[in-house]
T-cell receptor
Framework: AQTVTQSQPEMSVQEAETVTLSCTYD???????LFWYKQPPSRQMILVIR??????QNATENRFSVNFQKAAKSFSLKISDSQLGDTAMYFC????????FGAGTTVTVRA | DTAVSQTPKYLVTQMGNDKSIKCEQN?????MYWYKQDSKKFLKIMFS???????INETVPNRFSPKSPDKAHLNLHINSLELGDSAVYFC????????????????FGPGTRLTVL
């Protein structure tokens, strides 16, 4: 059974628009951490944002924000004011005792 | 000032050969990892070491053997390479290992693309 599910294989967004990537996860732990990583064509894995499960407040990092719904085990990522440099594959991940990744969502920002 | 470095970046070899990928981190982290990213971009943990001690060993063939000479290095040796071993291998490091503790960000190396012919 997959621990992290990303249901959108691909998303396309116009520059300056907003796009939301969905992620659901499964864990039996009460204390865990959630991450969104970005992998551009260079293949370098870059941390975008992280969320501690015990914090109710949604994390934000500049144009990136999350909607964390613990009861629903949902952790979506919103990219606001999309830029061409945001074009990449985005991975949702949970760390409850090891880091487990979703299958990824390819985001293409159109000029 | 590369935080996590891997060598080589590309590795092309014949089936049946033995090869190694080296990883070094200069962040002073205690924990290091190896991940495999397959052709569909799916990333999966293979091993983790904490202070040179093996902590996580996922269901990986025993042809894969990690070796940690010190906590700044975690090398991956692969014996009798098979076609299915073709993938991108990522090394990563973090300050702490999650076990009810604060989970630090994992810093990833640039990856090694292994192609087995």
């Amino acid at each position: 059974a997959q621990t992290v599910t990303q249901s959108q294989p691909e998303m396309s967004v116009q520059e300056a628009e907003t796009v939301t990537l969905s992620c659901t996860y499964d864990t039996s732990e009460n204390n865990y951490y959630l991450f969104w990583y970005k992998q551009p064509p260079s293949r370098q894995m870059i941390l975008v944002i992280r969320q501690e499960a015990y914090k109710q407040q949604n994390a934000t990092e500049n144009r990136f924000s999350v909607n964390f719904q613990k009861a629903a085990k949902s952790f979506s990522l919103k990219i606001s004011d999309s830029q061409l440099g945001d074009t990449a594959m985005y991975f949702c991940a949970i760390n409850d005792y090891k880091l487990s990744f979703g299958a990824g969502t390819t985001v293409t920002v159109r000029a | 000032d590369t935080a996590v470095s891997q060598t080589p970046k590309y590795l092309v070899t014949q089936m049946g050969n033995d090869k190694s990928i080296k990883c070094e981190q200069n962040l002073g982290h205690d924990t290091m990892y190896w991940y495999k990213q397959d052709s569909k971009k799916f990333l999966k943990i293979m091993f983790s070491y904490n202070n040179k001690e093996l902590i996580i060993n996922e269901t990986v063939p025993n042809r894969f053997s990690p070796k940690s000479p010190d906590k700044a290095h975690l090398n991956l040796h692969i014996n009798s390479l098979e076609l299915g071993d073709s993938a991108v291998y990522f090394c990563a490091s973090s300050q702490v290992l999650v076990a009810g503790l604060d989970a630090d960000e994992q810093f990833f190396g640039p990856g090694t693309r292994l192609t087995v012919l």
